[in-house]
C-alpha cells in the first residue's frame, strides 16, 4: 500500500488557517502544551514553601511527619523541629510484617496505641517535646537491632 501526501496541497491548507493534520495530532499537541504549562508553573516562586527544619518550622504551632516502616527500617531516620512544636507522628507499616513505634529521650516514653500492628496501619503518637534528642524504635522482635532505629532533634 502506497500513501502520497500532497505537501504542496497542505501547505497552502496550513497558510490559509485550514488544519491539514487528524483531530489526533491536535490532541496530543493540546496534552503536550498542557504539560509543559504544569511543569512552568510547578518551577514557578509561589505555592507552598518546604519547612526550613523538616516537619516543624521555626514558630510553627504543630507539625505531621509520616514515618514509613518496613523490614528493616524507619524512613526518615532523622527528624528535626523546633522546641514547643506539637508534633504528630503517623507511623506506617509499609512492610510485610507487624511493627510499632516507641520514642523515648528527655525522661519520657512515648507508644503507638499497639505495640504490634499490621501492614498497611498507621498509629499516631502527638506530643510537644522539649528541646534535646529523642529516639525512635521498633519493638518488636528485636526489629530495633536489625536497624529500625532514628532520633528525634528538638532545637531550642
Do not use: Q
Request: charged share 15%; net charge positive; aromatic share 4%.
Amino acid at each position: 500500500m502506497k500513501v502520497r501526501v500532497d505537501l504542496d496541497r497542505s501547505l497552502r491548507a496550513w497558510d490559509h488557517g485550514v488544519t491539514a493534520r487528524p483531530a489526533a495530532g491536535r490532541v496530543r499537541l493540546g496534552l503536550a502544551l498542557a504539560g509543559l504549562a504544569v511543569a512552568i508553573a510547578a518551577c514557578g516562586p509561589g505555592g507552598a514553601t518546604p519547612p526550613a527544619e523538616g516537619p516543624g518550622a521555626p514558630g510553627a504551632s504543630g507539625a505531621t511527619i509520616t514515618l514509613s516502616l518496613t523490614e528493616f527500617s524507619i524512613t526518615p531516620a532523622a527528624v528535626t523541629i523546633k522546641a514547643g512544636t506539637s508534633l504528630t507522628i503517623a507511623a506506617r507499616n509499609d512492610g510485610s510484617v507487624a511493627h510499632a513505634l516507641v520514642i523515648s529521650g528527655n525522661g519520657i516514653s512515648l507508644t503507638t496505641k499497639d505495640l504490634a500492628f499490621g501492614r498497611g496501619m498507621t498509629e499516631t503518637i502527638t506530643a510537644t517535646l522539649a528541646a534535646g534528642t529523642y529516639k525512635f524504635i521498633c519493638p518488636v522482635g528485636g526489629h530495633a537491632a536489625r536497624g529500625m532505629t532514628g532520633t528525634i532533634t528538638v532545637t531550642p
